[in-house]
Structure formats: structure tokens, C-alpha cells
């Protein structure tokens, strides 16, 4: 008999599924199965928050292409968990929650008064692909397996299992409960799809006269960036992604059509007589794929590539759809498009469709040239972080017209560069997302562009990041206020002296909670001291926080604001 405890059967299973990282907060309930994951090459990051934990394991999923798991204890850490997973389930996060639970014989069904008796298994299954209590150790494998199955098929997303404290230190015969690695149990890619759906998109594609792709976070999932370029750069089509999958396409390419040149990519699209959408379900930022902000489908072939069957059609409709990876759809696309035609070596129309453009760059740039009466142009500042860090670096955003702001005046140009939560707006994600990913990278420099309301949500995660010594930049656009909702007031007419709730304290100095915890800061006061505070910042090799005051009137009036309230019109 191989004799192990549950504890243990438990971190051989999420070995199996190739996890080198789990998140938490520690529990007394914990220690019979986080005791071995140093010994199964796994590292425990204890977070300070089980929703930030969650958070965390999103920003680490994203970046490492890979499920983040999330530990919670029983009862109050399991509901914490739960707004993380909300968080998840909406933009597709492939996210295993493991809660302990409180012994069966008083919680399963609660008698009444039992202590920290919480149904987490049901109040995560509508936020969950799968939602399970593990009931008797032997089925402890399979319902992990179900788990994983569920959040890494189709579109991802998270699983929840919870697992009654008195199973962990129980010792078992572990060949009773056999672990299997995941490719004997779940389909691990679709391929390329059927060979004719790609012989008819291809013959479509190469006789299109004005062919537009578009890539969704799919793309990034499968990796396949590259794949995606190549097809536009042979086709010399027009490119856009939606805002999740920002860096699918470099957006200095010539032909890429920026989230915010409306103009310009809505005619490019209106005029395309062959839309290739692949790894995207069109949704409300996209414009939901249909007119003013696309052409009519009905006067358009429209291909869409997609792992998710249920993603296919779902708000645009289509001529063709194709369930398959992206990356081995894409490959064989590409070849199959060779055989039929040579390349080409202009998008038709590209010079008029960048007039358009142009005159959004200049609208931008008055936004810029706008001299603050104090503080600094927030607009100056997310340019100059551009200016100073590299193409491969991973730009996080959270906040309200600070992602406004970090949308319009930083481009993305590398794969998995950019990370904000596109689905949910969901304020607090940003510096939890920033430590997962640089978990997940390490040597790519990672920048977190925060509001001062967005930031206090999960601050204290910087401590996390110092203690497991994860050096994070934190640039903190500080308007003493939620800018976001006095913009909303200004613009339904209500004047200053009616704005109610948007205040912040202005003695609040993010610098100084930042040097109490032990990490770096500085105050910024004028666009001067920005950039050499910033070298500064990421010379120190610790995690690090700009304080800098943006003018209020400014902030208070982004680039983009009319169009992020127009497009939740269409």
C-alpha cells in the first residue's frame, strides 16, 4: 500500500496539471497539504486578501498561459474568495478555487449555529464552470480533473471545489485514487478545425478585394500573435483586436486600427468584403461585431475561428465558423491562402482611412498640450512611461479615466503586454494583476497605471509583492477623488457643488503607505520630476510607488470619454 495523506494526494494532483504556483492566504486547515508543495516544486504565495489572491492568480493565468490556483479557508476566506471569481468567470480566466470547508458531520447540511457553515458550493456555481464538494477522498482526483476540464475547455474560466478540512490529514492508499496527467483525460488542443472550413475560408480570403481581421483574447491564449500577423501581413489586411487582446497585433503596424481611432477602423470595416474575427465573441466594446461600428454581415462574408462552440455566431452573424485553436487554425489558414494567391503589398484605401486617423492624433495631442494650473497631465505622464519602458514590457491598468488615459497615450506592442479588466471595469484588479504577472515573467518589466480609488481596493498587496520579492512599478494618477464619476456628474450637467461622494482625502500620501510597508516611493508634484523618479523606481530592484498629483480639471475631462459612453449604446 502506498500510503500518503489526502493532503498530499491533493498537491500530486495539481502537480499533474503542471502547476508551479498557488495562491492564498495560509489556514490551519492548509498545513496538510501546502507542508508538501515545496517538496512537489510548488510555490505557496500567501496574499493578504483572498479576493486579491484571486486577483493574483488572474494577472499570473494571463501571462503564463496557465490555470492560477487560489486556496481560501473555510467560511468568511471562501466568501472572500467568491468576488475574485466573479471577476474571473467574466473575463475568462482559467482559475482553480480549492476552499476548505468545516467538518461534514455539523455543515453538510448546516445543522444550525455551526461555526463558519457556508454553502460556497453553491454560491460559486453562478460564477463557476463547475462547482463541487468533494464528499470522500477517493473522488478527490476526479472531481480535479473535472475541475481543470471545465475551466480549460471551450472558453476559459474558473472551477470551484470545496474539500471538508478533516480529509486533508487523513492518511489513504493513494493507489485507490490514481492521478492521471491531462492528456488522457481532456481534449488539451481542438487542431485546426476541418479541412474543408479551412480550404473555404482560405479561397474567400485570397479573393477578398479589402479582407479585415480581428483578434480576440483567444488569440493570446493559444499563442498565436505571431500566426495572426503573418495572415494579416500576406493579405495586407486591415487589423484590429478587441481591448482584452491588445498586443495581438503590434499597434505601431502600419495597418493595425487603434481602440480609439473609431473613425478610421469603422469605415475600414464597414468597406471590407471579407471579416476574418478569430478567438472573440464581438461584445459590447467591440461594438457587437455589427453596424455602425462594422458593415452589414448580410452584405459581408464573415469568418470566425473560435474554440468555443457556444462563442460562434453568438453576436454577429456568420458565413462560416470554425471550432479549432487559433494558433493551428491560423497556421493552416495561412498556407492554404499561399497556394491560392501571392501576397500582396498594399491594403487598398489605406492612405484615406489614415487621414481619419489623423485627425484623431491631433484631437489626442490638444488633449496632451494641455498645460495643468497643478499637479501633472495625466496624459504626460502614461507618454513619458511609454517613452522610457521597452516593447516587451506588461502595462496593467485599473481605474476609471486612468484607463482612459493609459488606453490612449500607451500602445501596446508585444503579446501578453496588457492586462485590465475588460469586462467588469473592475476597480482594485490592477496591482494584484501587476504581482501575477511578473510571477509569471520575471524578466520582463511590469508597470501598473492606477487611479488613488482603484489602488486603495487591494493596497496592501504591496506588502505580498515586497515579501515575495516581486518588484512591480506603481504609478498612482492622484486626484484626490473619483475621477471617473465627477467626469459622469460634469457630463450630465450637474455643476461642482453638487457633486456628491467624489471626494478623497487629500492628505492620503500613497508614497508614504508604500515606504511604511518597505517598498520604494516617491512624490511627483510636476511632469519634471516623473521620469528621473521613475529610472529611480525600477534602479531600487524593489517594488515601487509614484505618488505624482495630476491636475484634477484635467483628469476630469480623458480622451475617450464620449466614445467609452457611445459605444455602450449601440
Known amino acids: 500500500m502506498s500510503e500518503i495523506t489526502v493532503g498530499e494526494l491533493l498537491i500530486r494532483c495539481l502537480k499533474a496539471e503542471g502547476i508551479e504556483m498557488m495562491f492564498g492566504i495560509i489556514d490551519g486547515a492548509h498545513v496538510p497539504f501546502v507542508v508538501h508543495a515545496p517538496r512537489y516544486g510548488i510555490r505557496h504565495i500567501n496574499c493578504r486578501h483572498e479576493e486579491g489572491a484571486v486577483h493574483l492568480a488572474e494577472g499570473y493565468a494571463r501571462i503564463a498561459g496557465k490555470p492560477g490556483v487560489v486556496f481560501a479557508s473555510p467560511g468568511p476566506g471562501g466568501a472572500n474568495m467568491l468576488a475574485g471569481l466573479s471577476s474571473a468567470h467574466a473575463e475568462g480566466h482559467p482559475i482553480i478555487a480549492i476552499a476548505a470547508t468545516r467538518r461534514r458531520m455539523t455543515t453538510d447540511p448546516d445543522r444550525g449555529g455551526a461555526w463558519q457553515a457556508t454553502d460556497l458550493v453553491e454560491m460559486a456555481r453562478p460564477i463557476t464552470k463547475f462547482s463541487a464538494l468533494v464528499r470522500q477522498w477517493e473522488r478527490l482526483p476526479e472531481l480535479l480533473r473535472a475541475a481543470f476540464r471545465a475551466a480549460l ?7 470551484f471545489i470545496a474539500i471538508p478540512d478533516e480529509l486533508f490529514p487523513m492518511k489513504v492508499d493513494a493507489s485507490k485514487a490514481p492521478v492521471y496527467p491531462a492528456a488522457q483525460y481532456r481534449m488539451t488542443s481542438m487542431g485546426a478545425g476541418d479541412p474543408a472550413w479551412i480550404e473555404q475560408a482560405a479561397e474567400w480570403l485570397a479573393g477578398a478585394r479589402r479582407p479585415f481581421i480581428h483578434a480576440g483574447k483567444g488569440v493570446l491564449w493559444a499563442d498565436a500573435a505571431a500566426e495572426f500577423v503573418a495572415l494579416g501581413d500576406y493579405l495586407a489586411a486591415g487589423m484590429s483586436t ?3 487582446a491588445r498586443g495581438a497585433a503590434p499597434e505601431d503596424h502600419p495597418r493595425y486600427f487603434f481602440l480609439l481611432d473609431m473613425q478610421a477602423a ?8 471579407v471579416v476574418l474575427v478569430v478567438g472573440s465573441r464581438l461584445g459590447e466594446y467591440d ?10 454581415p448580410a452584405q459581408q462574408k464573415t469568418i470566425q475561428i473560435d474554440v468555443d462552440a457556444g462563442s460562434i455566431g453568438l453576436n454577429r452573424p456568420v458565413d462560416l465558423g470554425i471550432v479549432a485553436d487559433a494558433r493551428a487554425a491560423l497556421t493552416a489558414l495561412l498556407a492554404a491562402v499561399k497556394r491560392k494567391t501571392q501576397p500582396r503589398a498594399e491594403m487598398a484605401d489605406l492612405a484615406r482611412y489614415r487621414g481619419l486617423s489623423a485627425q484623431t492624433l491631433a484631437q489626442a495631442r490638444q488633449y496632451l498640450a494641455a498645460a495643468p494650473t497643478r499637479g501633472v497631465n495625466p496624459g504626460q505622464m502614461v507618454a513619458q512611461t511609454r517613452a522610457f519602458s521597452p516593447r516587451d514590457a506588461i502595462t496593467v491598468l485599473d481605474g476609471g479615466n486612468t484607463t482612459l488615459w493609459g488606453v490612449a497615450y500607451h500602445p501596446i506592442y508585444e503579446p ?6 475588460v469586462k ?3 476597480l482594485g484588479t490592477g496591482l494584484p ?11 520582463r518589466p511590469v508597470f501598473c497605471i492606477t487611479g488613488d480609488g482603484a489602488l486603495g481596493f487591494n493596497i496592501m498587496e504591496l506588502e505580498t509583492a515586497l515579501r515575495e520579492d516581486v518588484p512591480v512599478v506603481v504609478i498612482v494618477a492622484v486626484d484626490e477623488s473619483w475621477g471617473m464619476e465627477r467626469t459622469a456628474y460634469t457630463f450630465q450637467g450637474f455643476p461642482p457643488e453638487q457633486h456628491v461622494g467624489v471626494e478623497l482625502a487629500a492628505q492620503t500620501s500613497y508614497d508614504r503607505i508604500a515606504q511604511g510597508l518597505g517598498c520604494y516611493s516617491e512624490r511627483v508634484e510636476v511632469i519634471e520630476q516623473f521620469l528621473p523618479a521613475l529610472q529611480r523606481a525600477v534602479a ?31
Open 540 to 570: 531600487s530592484g524593489k517594488p515601487a510607488l509614484l505618488h505624482v498629483a495630476v491636475d484634477p480639471a484635467l483628469n476630469a475631462d480623458p480622451p475617450g470619454y464620449k466614445q467609452f459612453r457611445y459605444i455602450r449604446t449601440l
Open 416 to 421: 501578453k503586454g496588457f492586462l485590465y479588466s
Open 242 to 244: 478587441s481591448m482584452g
Open 424 to 426: 467588469m471595469g473592475y
Open 287 to 296: 461594438g457587437w461585431g455589427m453596424p455602425p461600428a462594422w458593415g452589414d
Open 266 to 273: 469603422a469605415l475600414a470595416r464597414n468597406e471590407a468584403d
Open 433 to 443: 494583476f501587476a504581482i501575477g504577472a511578473k510571477l509569471a515573467a520575471p524578466g
Open 153 to 159: 475547455t471551450g472558453r476559459p474560466g474558473p472551477a
